[in-house]
């Protein structure tokens, strides 16, 4: 549709009147590229056959610049019978032929991009010019000024020529944006849309009616596919060089500066950007009007010219120091890194999406680096650095590299540490006999290969934690350099973090005390190595210290904290597993909800065929959270999970083992229980280690002695677990001694009851804390003091049912003789009158909860009982109560802090 274009259709009308009258003219019609010079060639020509005129049309292109008088050919082949039997090679028999069809009527001499015409056939109208002045006939011209001429000095004698008639035709204004829009998308829609359209084509006709169409399939203002090809086709129709820059453009998108732009498109870059700005293609900026433009061109380009483009921009980037980020981006396009420096800037380049947490862009980048390195040794190092980023992101996608891991190690090419990465990586996906060849190979190597000797001991250290039937034989001596008079050298490791992983290791495995403060060292100093092989697998074993010295306060903060920043790295990896270890401190304090939705956010994070035997973390906390809740259909769905063999000859195992024999003890079946747990000691004695998980293996043990009737077998265990040098935390002798106390007499069991709930409620064992409570009303009840143990009673009814301790609630129903203790309602008000009393209050309230008389409490908190007393009135009065029974039973949490 011309808009705009009224003006021009009037000269042309003139031109017209003037041929008619036996005046030859000739007329020019120039502008940018789709400005419309052709729909307007139309319309007159259209105009000028309704007036009588013959016309002869011919449309040049750029393939035919080189073919002699093919211009000319085509006006011949539209002269009819006498045309069809014309060659012309002078401007005579054109001049012959013309004034044989003017004779009969008026001629039209259109010719559509003339820039492109061959130079015989210009020269030959140019000619005819002359000749034809007084014949009837016009020629009208039109030329593309995005495109450089064919030849130069025709088209100047061309813009000599006396009585030219020049049209310079543009983009459109904004009112005649509107005025292009109304017909099609109705007035009020026009006059909205017209600023976005106009700046998105640059009132360029052709491109505006592509974004009309897209709009109308899209209904809305996006960019659509009928835009971009428009773009393409104005690009293809106009000049070589604006071309090659608009594919410089958007090869090298954000990266694109002017010097780059025009070395690649190897264009004088201003002329082609003012022609390519003045046609509406690019914003004033230089830059693409939308970036789906520069996809489009993308698109457009034959694979092979895309990549040889993207190459060339990597080396000029290359070239004038450009930051390693950018020029990885044009290699990564490229998909080939020949050049010699490209390895080495994909490496940095790695690292840097490292550090900004972007492991998925890291890992493409070290894949074409190990694709393109020629050198074996360092193909094999960066395969290592490969398989470690994705290891974090999913295991199971790690484990492809592990054959060709395997082989370079048998080669010979890994250093010491990427081999311990490999022997890692192959005992997580249960591939032990790999890896026992690797540990092998490594332990012969080890003095040549590592960085310090002290590394190798380091890796046994783990080894005899995680894979105990893998780790040297604790009576082999492991070589290491010592100075003279038997200290050991301190040494530098290349792989620092592998060095605190072994301190963790070996205070777990064998039981010692743990520096919980190291631990939480090791927790604070996490994030300064992000890209450390070894560094996760710390917080890992720092996690389960804090859980092991009964700090699950602060090991459940740590995993918070850790778990949303596995989550900012994206790595799902250790997202999850730090979710598994939330789920077993959460089994630790009695919060069995929170273990289940902890331990099923671990395996959704994580498939299980990516958890290899790790797998045994977060089932085990299933299976222990699912019994105590009561769900034993769903503890043995997850028992029913299939394992790799493997995990039971890691660490990984044991609680699995554990976790199992709790859920035979609580569905009956204590021969099975028994079992489990004495198959769990006998791993244990034999790897020379003491397991973790959610209690030791002897109190379970015992406790099936229990509830089988073997008391003596039950009193031997538990003895020889409280006769242990170095045993762990209280929550493990808080167990025992409540095992013990059911094999003593009533005044001896409460003795150790007492301990044991003090000792649970420091670890913040809740559900323990529920049993033992329990144990000592029923002692109560059998002692004649029939008030402390309803109290007590209900204390340890009100703890399990917020542990949701389904099981225990009814144990504990059933064995009771008070008829009103599942009626005993915890009033809500008091919760909010608690926060008046003073920490002195509070304390004295928490203690009377708990069953001491006012003697007891006096003696504990250093005070007189007339104090005590004192303490007592203030705290009915705030609580409104009137006797002691009254206190609620959710004052027990502040006990242990009270003593």
């Keep these: 549709m011309l808009v705009e274009r009224e003006e021009h259709l009037d000269r042309l009308r003139r031109v017209q009147e003037a041929a008619l009258a ?129 030849g130069l000095q025709l088209r100047a004698e061309l813009l000599r020529r006396p009585g030219l008639t020049r049209l310079r035709v543009g983009p459109l204004g904004e009112a005649a944006v509107t005025a292009f829009l109304t017909p099609r998308l109705g007035p009020e829609t026009a006059r909205r849309l017209t600023p976005h359209f106009h700046r998105t084509t640059g009132g360029i006709p052709l491109l505006l009616a592509a974004l009309v169409d897209d709009w109308e399939a899209g209904d809305d203002e996006s960019i659509g596919p009928a835009y971009c090809l428009a773009v393409l086709s104005c690009l293809h129709r106009g000049d070589e060089a604006a071309l090659a820059l608009a594919r410089a453009l958007a090869v090298l998108g954000p990266d694109a500066d002017d010097d780059t732009v025009a070395a690649l498109a190897d264009v004088p870059l201003e002329p082609s950007v003012r022609a390519m700005t003045a046609s509406g293609l690019l914003l004033p900026d230089g830059s693409f009007r ?62 840097q999406e490292l550090l900004a947490d ?32 994705e290891f974090q992101s999913d295991p199971a996608t790690a484990a492809r590299s592990l054959p ?51 590394e190798e001991t380091d890796l046994e250290q783990w ?97 918070e904290r850790l778990t949303l920043d596995a989550a900012e790295r994206a790595t799902p990896t250790w997202q999850a597993v730090f979710q598994a270890v939330r789920a077993t401190i959460a089994v630790c304090q009695g919060d069995f909800a929170a273990a289940v939705e902890r331990g099923h956010s671990a395996l959704d994070l ?62 009956h079946h204590h021969r099975a229980a028994l079992g489990d747990f004495l198959s769990c000691g006998e791993l244990q004695r034999q790897w020379g280690v003491r397991g973790l998980g959610p209690l030791p293996w002897r109190a379970g043990a015992a406790e099936a002695c229990i509830r089988l009737g073997n008391t003596d077998r039950a009193k031997q265990l538990v003895h020889e677990q409280l006769s242990r040098s170095g045993v762990s935390g209280g929550r493990a002798r808080g167990l025992v001694l409540r095992l013990y106390a059911a094999t003593c007499a009533p005044g001896r069991g409460l003795q150790l009851l007492n301990e044991a709930l003090e000792l649970l409620e420091s670890a913040g064992d809740r559900f323990e ?49 008070d008829a009103n203790a599942e009626r005993q309602p915890v009033l809500p008000s008091h919760e909010g009158s608690v926060r008046e009393l003073t920490g ?16 007891e409490i006096a003696a504990r908190l250093y005070v007189t009982p007339s104090t005590v007393e004192q303490h007592l009135t203030r705290v009915y009065r705030k609580l409104k109560i009137q006797r002691r029974q009254d206190l609620p039973s959710f004052l027990w949490p502040n006990a242990s802090k009270a003593g």
């Design 840 to 855: 002195s209050e509070m304390r004295v309230a928490s203690l009377a909860v708990m069953g001491y008389t006012n003697r």
């Design 22 to 150: 036996g005046r030859s003219q000739l007329a020019l019609v120039e502008g940018p590229s789709a400005t419309g010079r052709t729909e307007l060639l139309h319309a007159f020509a259209d105009r000028a056959e309704e007036a009588g005129f013959r016309l002869l049309h011919a449309v040049c292109s750029r393939p035919e610049r080189t073919r002699a008088h093919g211009v000319v050919n085509q006006l011949l082949r539209y002269a009819g019978p006498a045309g069809h039997s014309t060659t012309a090679r002078s401007a005579d028999e054109l001049w012959a032929a013309l004034l044989e069809r003017s004779a009969e009527g008026p001629v039209l001499i259109a010719v559509d991009d003339v820039q492109h015409a061959d130079e015989p056939s210009l020269r030959m109208l140019l000619q005819l010019s002359h000749r034809l002045r007084s014949a009837r006939t016009a020629m009208v011209f039109t030329d593309n000024t995005d495109v450089a001429p064919a």
């Design 463 to 559: 080894l005899s934690w995680a894979h105990p039937p893998l780790a040297r034989p604790a009576r082999t001596p492991v070589p290491g350099p010592r100075r003279p008079g038997g200290a050991t050298v301190v040494a530098l490791r290349s792989e620092p973090w592998l060095e605190r992983v072994a301190a963790l290791a070996g205070d777990l495995a064998r039981d010692r005390q743990v520096e919980v403060d190291r631990a939480e060292q090791v927790l604070w100093d996490l994030r300064l190595s992000r890209s450390a092989y070894w560094s996760e697998e710390a917080a890992l074993l720092a996690l389960l210290a804090l859980v092991h010295g009964d700090r699950t306060d602060s090991a459940a903060e740590w995993c």
């Design 404 to 454: 060709q891991l395997v082989t370079a190690d048998r080669a010979g090419r890994l250093r010491f540490a990427e081999s311990a990465l490999l022997i890692r990586h192959l005992l997580w996906h249960g591939r032990t006999a790999d890896a026992a060849e690797a540990i092998a190979r490594l332990r012969t190597d080890a003095p040549a290969r590592a960085t310090a000797p002290g």
């Design 290 to 351: 939308h970036p789906e433009v520069r996809q489009a061109f993308l698109e457009d380009l034959p694979p092979r010219e895309l990549s040889a483009l993207h190459r060339r921009a990597a080396g000029l980037l290359y070239d004038g120091g450009a930051p390693v980020g950018r020029i990885a981006r044009h290699l990564l396009a490229a998909g080939r890194a020949d050049e010699p420096w490209a390895v080495r800037v994909l490496l940095e380049a790695a690292d």
């Design 358 to 389: 972007r492991p998925d862009a890291a890992g493409v980048c070290l894949e074409l680096a190990q694709r393109s390195s020629g050198d074996l040794t360092e193909r094999a190092e960066i395969l290592a650095r490969l398989a470690h980023t």
């Design 606 to 667: 994580l498939p299980a065929k990516s958890w290899g035997v790790a797998i045994g973390l977060p089932l085990s906390s299933l299976v222990v959270a699912t019994t105590r809740l009561g769900r034993y259909d769903d503890a043995l769905r997850h028992l029913s999970q299939a394992v790799p063999t493997a995990m039971y000859e890691s660490w990984y195992g044991l609680p699995f083992l554990q976790a199992r024999g709790i859920h035979h003890l609580a569905t």
């Design 769 to 817: 804390q529920a049993r033992v409570l329990g144990d000592m009303s029923r002692l109560y009840s059998e002692v004649g003091e029939q008030r402390r143990a309803r109290m007590l009673f209900r204390q340890s009814l009100h703890v399990a049912k917020a542990c949701g301790a389904q099981p225990l609630t009814q144990e504990l129903l059933a064995g009771s003789t």
